[in-house]
């Protein structure tokens, strides 16, 4: 029967044909997850005003390790469908350790992107028959020195390297451009690039016919209109918390400023507290005592260092300015 000459074009109607497989539903889901983590930074910060503050700063500090995906299309290795949980587990361990390492974490996928949109919007022109012939990329060389410098600028130089950097720059500008990528890669429709075609080498080749000049024009204006809602949510939601600590602030004063600063022991800029080693430190004692809950015991410190750990319940830049300093020190 199988050697019947209409053997074949009956198998042909009969059965549907077996596509094969590709890395579209990857892809897509690789474009949905950046979509949801950069919409979170976006919008996340109204949500520590509420009851649920523990599990927003949770969130947020999971999704600044989860930026780290964004590097999949560049890796050779592992296969395809790894990359991306690889990168993101890798940026999750990092960024749950320290808010510097968070700080480094953001600093190198923000550096990427920006890396991407330089490339798309005309560095790729640029002549390397030079680097070529010594088997280099100026692409490669371009995302790697990027990174350095954004890693060295925003996490060790003395007073851009903090708190208000990452949360004021960094993460509203990450959080645009990861919503922007993602949205380019589940619609492209919109003209806009998805994270593969950012961090493409090769469109340069195909620029004439596949026109990905105004995509990337696109996607850049929108990331950063996005970026500066971002940042104009985060100084409201900063200037709704001075009026609010300014109202129930003892003598007149709020939870932040000067007033932590007099509760320090020779405080320079929120960093002069004593840090000794040792498990039963008081520095240690009190880190611990701010992530307590609100009705746990603190006879074990003393009136001045209860009051520390008040403000800096109240006031997240206080805590992280006592915790980090305002730098990687």
């Not at 947020?60 to 949980?85: D, K, N």
């Not at 340069?204 to 500066?228: D, K, Q, R």
Request: some cysteine; aromatic content about 6%; glycine content about 10%.
């Amino acid at each position: 029967l199988k050697s019947h000459p209409c053997w074949a074009d009956f198998v042909a109607a009969a059965l549907p044909a077996r596509r094969p497989r590709s890395g579209g539903a990857m892809s897509g889901a690789h474009s949905a997850v950046l979509a949801l983590v950069g919409l979170w930074l976006l919008i996340y910060p109204p949500f520590l005003r509420t009851r649920c503050r523990a599990v927003a700063e949770k969130l947020t500090t999971l999704s600044c390790g989860l930026s780290l995906a964004l590097l999949a299309p560049l890796l050779p290795w592992p296969p395809q469908g790894f990359r991306a949980p690889a990168l993101a587990l890798v940026g999750i361990l990092l960024s749950c350790c320290h808010p510097a390492l968070t700080a480094l974490v953001v600093s190198a996928s923000l550096a990427v992107g920006v890396g991407g949109f330089t490339w798309q919007l005309g560095f790729c022109r640029v002549p390397q028959g030079a680097l070529l012939e010594i088997g280099m990329s100026a692409h490669t060389i371009l995302l790697a020195l990027l990174q350095v410098l954004f890693i060295a600028f925003f996490v060790f130089v003395p007073g851009v390297a903090g708190p208000e950097s990452l949360i004021f720059c960094l993460v509203p500008a990450l959080g645009a451009m990861l919503l922007v990528l993602g949205l380019g890669g589940l619609a492209p429709t919109w003209r806009g690039l998805s994270a593969s075609a950012l961090l493409s080498e090769s469109p340069c080749a195909a620029a004439a016919s596949a026109g990905l000049g105004p995509p990337a024009v696109h996607s850049l204006i929108l990331s950063v209109a996005l970026a500066a809602c971002g940042i104009a949510v985060q100084c409201y939601m900063v200037r709704l918390m001075r009026l609010k600590a300014e109202k129930q602030g003892e003598s007149g004063s709020g939870p932040g400023g000067d007033l932590v600063a007099s509760l320090l022991p020779n405080a320079q800029d929120g960093a002069g507290l004593p840090r000794p080693s040792g498990a039963d430190s008081r520095f240690g004692l009190i880190s611990k005592a701010i992530f307590l809950d609100e009705g746990e015991d603190l006879s074990h410190l003393t009136d001045n260092e209860r009051k520390i750990v008040k403000i800096c319940r109240e006031d997240e830049f206080e805590r992280d300015r006592l915790l980090w300093g305002g730098g990687l020190i």
